[in-house]
C-alpha cells in the first residue's frame, strides 16, 4: 500500500482552496479519504498490485509507478482522465511529482533517480546509480532538495540538491 496526502496548508502554499485528504493505492483500488467530510472516494479499480508507489497533487491529480508493465501513470479526477505517462525498460519504483516544476522524478532498478516532464517525452537521469536498493525517496519541491535512504547492510541516508 502506497499514501500520500494534500492538506490546507499545502493547498494555500499552492494558491488552492481544499480540506486535507488521504490518497491511498491497495491490491485493488486507487481512491482518498476526505478527512474533513469523512468520505471516500475510489479513483481507479484493478490492478493495484503491480503498482509501486503513488503521489497526489490536488490540481494535478494522481501519479503512479508501475513496475511489472514499466510504467507511469496519471489520473485527474476533475476530468477523470487517466492516461500512461511513459514506458521505460528499466522498471520504475518510488515516485515524486514536483509541483513547482511541473516534473516527475522516480527510482528504478538501476538505482538511478530519473526526472521526466509532466508529459513524460523528456527524461533526464537527475542521479545516476546511487545503489540497487534505494529503500525510500522524497524531494522538496520549494528548496530543489532531494532526500532518499538505502536498503543496505550499513543505513545511509542521500542528499542533492
Request: glycine share 8%; proline share 3%; with cysteine.
Amino acid at each position: 500500500m502506497a499514501i500520500s496526502w494534500s492538506t490546507p496548508k499545502k493547498n494555500a502554499e499552492r494558491g488552492r482552496d481544499g480540506g486535507a485528504a488521504l490518497v491511498y493505492l491497495c491490491q485493488t483500488k486507487t481512491g482518498a479519504w476526505d478527512l474533513g467530510t469523512r468520505s471516500p472516494r475510489v479513483y481507479v479499480k484493478g490492478r493495484g498490485a503491480d503498482r509501486g508507489a503513488l503521489d497526489y497533487d490536488a490540481e494535478e491529480g494522481l501519479f503512479w509507478s508501475n513496475w511489472k508493465e514499466g510504467t507511469i501513470n496519471s489520473y485527474i479526477p476533475s476530468t477523470n482522465k487517466q492516461d500512461e505517462i511513459l514506458t521505460t525498460s528499466v522498471r520504475p519504483h518510488y515516485l515524486r511529482w514536483n509541483w513547482i516544476a511541473k516534473n516527475i522524478y522516480y527510482t528504478d532498478d538501476e538505482g538511478s533517480i530519473v526526472s521526466c516532464s509532466r508529459d513524460g517525452k523528456y527524461c533526464t537521469t537527475a542521479i545516476q546509480n546511487i545503489a540497487k536498493h534505494i529503500n525510500s525517496f522524497d524531494i522538496s519541491p520549494t528548496t530543489g532538495l532531494m532526500f532518499w535512504s538505502l536498503w543496505e547492510l550499513v543505513l545511509h541516508r542521500g542528499l542533492a540538491s
